[in-house]
Nanobody, 118 residues
């Protein structure tokens, strides 16, 4: 079982930045693909960004050029740097881990609230 704990959310104004962190309670962090999802009020959960166990990244079109996902395997942590935030980025952001050798082993964090408002 892997526990994921997100942090770094908060209230910011449009155009500002936030960095989310997700700490994983596993020594096998490096073999997990890591993803950030978000869910806005009244909407479904959507994929924001992914970083594979090998370090490859991919982003949803609506965050390309503004958000950056990264990982520090030594700290068992994945990050989401969010720049140029917009009101439509307001959502609960969730961290997700998938074991690359056993994709049925998928874990979720509890989420962290990001609110972008003037």
């Amino acid at each position: 079982q892997v526990q994921l704990v997100e942090s770094g959310g908060g209230l910011v104004q449009p155009g500002e930045s936030l960095r989310l962190s997700c700490a994983a309670s596993t020594r096998l962090f490096s073999i997990h693909h890591m993803r950030w999802f978000r869910q806005a009020p009244g909407k479904g959960r959507e994929l924001v960004a992914v970083i594979t166990s090998g370090g490859s990244t991919n982003y949803a079109d609506f965050v390309k050029g503004r958000f950056t996902i990264s990982r520090d395997n030594a700290k068992n942590t994945v990050y989401l740097q969010m720049n140029s935030l917009k009101s439509e980025d307001t959502a609960v952001y969730y961290c997700n881990a998938e074991n690359r050798y056993n994709p049925t082993n998928v874990y979720w964090g509890q989420g962290t609230q990001v609110t972008v408002s003037s």
